[in-house]
């Protein structure tokens, strides 16, 4: 191992004692040390070496003696190599014979603030456009889809399918029934004020049947089924098994993607009116409970309060969340790097996009819906 030690003859001579192994895989030296030294002791006019229990050596402690020489330089302190073995000696000087051309080293700079925003606009205009090549070529595929002509196997739809339905009932239940038990305590405080907690039946109802079914159920979904997909088809493309379904001459957005956005366009409608009817429950749990309301009294209100367009309306909108947090999460998956790193950052990105693009997409459904007096 490579060591360094600094010893004081005179009040103007500094020794530099080198000893062990120098080699690259020991590490570079450093010379802070010596800097420390000279700044220590600033009577420091010439500077030695001893390397007599120097054992062996290669480019490493080459590096060492040329910044040791640059700092001696810095600060008008002579530098006496007749310590080196001569070899060393000889390499040195052949180094420091040619000097360093100006400009030869890259100076870095930080960029602008017009370089940063041009480098984000470059940034957004590229995954824009491979979102579009993306959609455009799923678009091919469902097209295939419907003349019969996909290439994929029943056995993994069956298997998607599970996973996105029934697997997902447990976490979809929890939440959808405190959704609705806090829907109708938020509804209870305002409408008590009145008199009115029979409304709170039209309140929870309402709500989960427009809007917060469907879009509780779709956040759930992106987190847990969208993040999945990204995961699976990101380590797929780390070990190149994507590439082999090319070479094979398989799709892989038929072989792989389709599956998964037949899956959630199928599973998200019903766990949507599962969500619908657990909220429910968990407001009709608040409501006898709490507010002195019959069973019969609230299912009555809740069937007067909810029509078939409000169902059908967030049935809906449940499918169109399952084709975006399907497109979401294999878009981030086949575009993950080829890291295992890239991998976590996938299944981050897809639970973003996800959950973006299904609050946009409710805002959208707002708007029309309103524009359509629905």
């Not at 100076?107 to 455009?136: D, H, N, Q």
């Not at 959704?179 to 109802?205: E, S």
Request: charged share 15%; hydrophobic share 55%.
């Amino acid at each position: 191992m490579n060591q360094v030690s600094f010893e004081r003859i005179d009040n103007d001579i500094l020794l530099i004692r080198l000893s062990g192994s120098w080699h690259l895989r020991g590490g570079l030296g450093s010379s802070g040390a010596f800097e420390r030294e000279l700044q220590a002791f600033a009577a420091v006019r010439r500077a030695g070496f001893d390397s007599q229990k120097l054992t062996d050596w290669d480019s490493s402690i080459l590096t060492f003696l040329a910044r040791v020489s640059d700092v001696c330089r810095q600060r008008g302190v002579s530098l006496d190599l007749a310590g080196l073995p001569a070899g060393i000696r000889q390499l040195l000087v052949l180094a420091e014979a040619v000097p360093e051309r100006a400009g030869a080293r890259k100076e870095v700079t930080a960029p602008s603030l017009l370089e940063r925003v041009g480098a984000s606009a470059i940034g957004v205009a590229g995954s824009a456009a491979e979102m579009l090549a993306f959609l455009g070529d799923m678009t091919v595929t469902f097209v295939r889809l419907f003349r019969m002509k996909a290439r994929y196997r029943a056995s993994d739809l069956f298997l998607l399918i599970q996973q996105c339905g029934a697997q997902a009932l447990p976490i979809v239940t929890l939440i959808s029934f405190l959704v609705g038990v806090i829907l109708a305590f938020v509804g209870a405080i305002q409408l008590k004020q009145f008199g009115a907690q029979i409304y709170v039946a039209n309140l929870v109802g309402v709500a989960m049947m427009r809007e917060m079914g469907a879009m509780m159920t779709a956040i759930l979904m992106a987190g847990r089924t969208g993040a999945a997909f990204a995961a699976q088809l990101g380590t797929m493309k780390v070990t190149q098994e994507i590439d082999a379904f090319t070479t094979a001459g398989f799709s892989p957005l038929e072989f792989l993607v389709l599956p998964r956005a037949i899956a959630l366009i199928l599973m998200m409608p019903l766990l949507c009116l599962y969500s619908d009817f657990v909220g429910i429950a968990g407001g009709a749990a608040i409501g006898v409970g709490m507010l002195d309301l019959s069973w019969t009294t609230y299912v009555q209100q809740t069937m007067h309060a909810v029509g078939l367009t409000d169902t059908v309306g967030g049935v809906f909108k449940s499918a169109v969340y399952g084709v975006l947090i399907a497109l979401a999460g294999c878009l981030r998956g086949l575009q993950a790097g080829n890291s295992s790193s890239a991998v976590g950052d996938a299944a981050t990105s897809a639970v973003v996009t996800g959950i973006v693009a299904i609050i946009a997409a409710c805002g959208i459904f707002a708007v029309v819906f309103y524009v359509l007096g629905i």
